[in-house]
């Protein structure tokens, strides 16, 4: 008899392995949450010390927060912005759980708690340092008022919280006296009283936003005394005038950013005061405000020759008025005009030709500049990271050469309804650094263009060709094969896109979001291969793709366990691929309208299937024929509606 050849199994013992050694593996993995997931699965001791690993969670649902909670006893930094609904059960599941541990909590997302919940948190969290409550428009003074026995707060949020008042904002300032960073944006019932509270109270703060509060300048006295602030918003407080600030006088040396964007009300005598003490200011952000920035304008910036980076969007600017912040500001690395209409080639020549250090330039819709312009940017910034020239139309086919020759070290470029062409495109793939190209609306390129960027462009993670009509599959299979950490990609309404284009693009696991409305070639089968292979699919826009089906949503419900947005309106879909949407658990956002096969009866079990659904387009008739009961239940567990008149086309949503 033959003797049967023994098959020795090698079976890797893993307790073996140090703690310090699978920290150090799982620092490496723990970008991806599958791969974690997967190493957390291979065998107890793993699953044990991944538990012990991580620090910071983001459930789906504050249903699993016992589960998760129990499992995860050192967590840290808890993120429940997926989860549209927090009881006050689940803030004592939290703060009896992860209580001695926990250090942040985002509920910026999360309604349904109350200020029962709050204080068990407050009292039970002993080390928390920052909670984010921004959005809670139905939150009062009272609820508000516990967060001030969380005395070792230092970051504070409320962004939106429109019932509080000043009272509750003095409550807080009495008690958490360790606060370094308050974002009140938009507490519109919160007045000069609460700020200057804040001011007297809080001594540490380092970054205050007030945008968008009635305050006036009398506030300003106190805040402008704090010895730490380095960042203080003011965007759209109208009643920050001249006038308010006539007798302020500061010596404010540690602010480094000034955001006095949209405050209509103050002008350059106003602007000088807020800038007179702030000789070490590094951001300043003055965008849409009413003053013409002129040579006269930019005296008040002669005590902040420090100054790296300036925002004017939507000013008027005047050649004069560039031309002397390239001479007293130096030492800018970014400059912001987008929407200046006013900018022409002599005045941004004038400036960047001072700024040799630039990094950052974003000329917008600046609709005057010409190839002019662009020269003298390529010719003075070689340090050029990221330019944004959107719809800037004079620029000639010539001048994107230059941009290639001379501006190496690019990783952000938007060229958006521009004329350059695919030797242009040539050129610019010399930047072999770049991460970021837009080149939507640009009808001059074509797949030859794309070729270069893919053989030359290996670090690209973005790209739009959105209505870039003279591209093919030939052009996306370029970008597939050489850019193969793609996260994004735009080809809405290029027609000639076909299944061949995302069967190319399925080569690129990274992909995140894709995004091909109106683009009629497009099926299911091209979809089902995005689906098997591009694990990370997070955004999908299918919006005026025709020929996708139920076959390819039951593809995305069997793969895409990441995907978090989808839009399916004007598609074949019917109510069975509705209903497969619902095992994907992450899902957030649906969009469906004008879709033929849908029957309200389906609409409504995929609805109610989406446990984690924060918004819904749908068509305007479903709501009468929708079950009120079923939209209010939707909308409590934190569903938002928007409903969508569009004509229907014949077949339309039925009930």
Not at 487 to 513: A, F, G, H, M, R
Not at 549 to 556: F, Q, V
Not at 591 to 615: D, E, M, T
Request: charged share 20%; glycine share 6%; with cysteine.
């Amino acid at each position: 008899m033959k003797k049967v050849k023994q098959i020795h199994v090698f079976k890797p013992n893993f307790d073996l392995l140090s703690e310090e050694l699978v920290f150090i593996i799982l620092d490496l993995i723990s970008p991806n949450p599958s791969d974690l997931k997967s190493f957390s699965l291979t065998c107890k001791c793993f699953y044990h010390l991944e538990s012990k690993h991580r620090t910071s969670l983001k459930p789906l649902r504050s249903d699993y927060l016992p589960r998760i909670l129990t499992r995860y006893r050192h967590t840290a930094d808890l993120d429940l912005t997926l989860c549209p609904r927090v009881s006050d059960y689940a803030l004592s599941v939290l703060a009896s759980l992860s209580g001695p541990t926990l250090r942040s909590l985002d509920l910026s997302r999360s309604r349904s708690f109350s200020a029962a919940g709050l204080l068990r948190l407050a009292l039970k969290c002993p080390h928390l340092l920052a909670i984010d409550l921004s959005n809670a428009t139905d939150m009062r003074d009272a609820d508000a008022a516990v967060v001030a026995e969380a005395t070792s707060l230092e970051s504070l949020k409320l962004g939106r919280c429109k019932m509080l008042t000043d009272m509750a904002i003095g409550c807080i300032a009495v008690g958490c006296k360790k606060l370094t960073s308050v974002c009140l944006k938009w507490c519109v019932g919160v007045g000069d009283l609460g700020v200057g509270l804040l001011a007297v109270k809080c001594l540490h703060i380092r970054t205050l936003d007030l945008s968008y509060l009635p305050i006036t300048g009398k506030c300003l006295h106190d805040i402008l005394k704090l010895q730490h602030l380095e960042e203080l918003l003011l965007e759209g407080c109208f009643g920050v005038d001249d006038d308010s600030l006539k007798s302020l006088r500061h010596d404010c040396k540690s602010l480094k950013k000034l955001n006095a964007s949209s405050c209509q009300n103050l002008t350059q005598r106003g602007l000088t005061t807020l800038l007179s003490g702030a000789g070490c200011l590094q951001r300043l952000d003055i965008a849409h405000c009413s003053s013409v920035i002129s040579l006269d304008f930019t005296s008040s910036l002669k005590k902040v020759s420090t100054l790296q980076s300036i925002r004017l969007d939507g000013c008027s600017v005047t050649s004069d008025g560039l031309k002397a912040i390239g001479t007293l500001c130096n030492s800018l690395k970014e400059v912001s005009l987008s929407k200046c209409v006013t900018v022409t080639d002599e005045g941004l020549s004038s400036l960047v030709m001072k700024l040799k250090d630039l990094r950052k330039l974003d000329i917008t819709c600046c609709r005057k500049l010409s190839g002019v312009s662009i020269t003298q940017i390529a010719n003075s910034c070689p340090l050029l990271v990221s330019l944004k020239m959107e719809s800037c139309s004079l620029v000639s086919r010539e001048a994107f050469w230059l941009i290639g020759q001379k501006c190496r070290l690019l990783e952000e470029l938007d060229l958006t309804d521009n004329e350059i062409d695919d030797e242009g495109l040539k050129s610019i793939s010399s930047c072999l650094s770049l991460s970021s190209l837009k080149l939507g609306i640009c009808l001059n390129i074509t797949d030859k263009g794309l070729s270069y960027v893919g053989m030359c462009c290996p670090n690209l993670r973005e790209l739009d060709l959105y209505r870039s009509v003279g591209i093919t599959d030939i052009g996306i299979s370029s970008i597939a094969q050489g850019c193969i950490h793609l996260e994004t990609i735009n080809v809405s309404y290029c027609q000639d896109i076909t299944d061949k284009s995302l069967v190319s693009l399925s080569k690129c696991s990274l992909l995140q979001i894709f995004e091909s409305r109106g683009c009629p070639n497009i099926t299911s089968k091209g979809l089902a291969a995005i689906a098997v292979r591009c694990k990370r699919l997070a955004k999908l826009d299918l919006k005026k793709c025709p020929s996708i089906n139920d076959s390819g949503l039951l593809a995305l419900a069997h793969f895409s366990q990441n995907l978090k947005q989808i839009n399916v309106s004007d598609t074949a879909v019917t109510d069975v691929g509705m209903l497969s949407l619902a095992n994907i658990g992450c899902l957030q956002n649906i969009a469906v309208v004008n879709s033929r096969g849908l029957s309200a009866s389906g609409v409504a079990a995929a609805l109610l299937g989406c446990g984690g659904l924060r918004k819904a387009k749908l068509h305007a008739s479903l709501r009468t024929v929708l079950p009120v009961s079923l939209i209010l239940h939707l909308e409590a567990r934190g569903c938002t509606f928007l409903w969508k008149d569009n004509t229907l086309q014949a077949g339309g949503v039925g009930s």
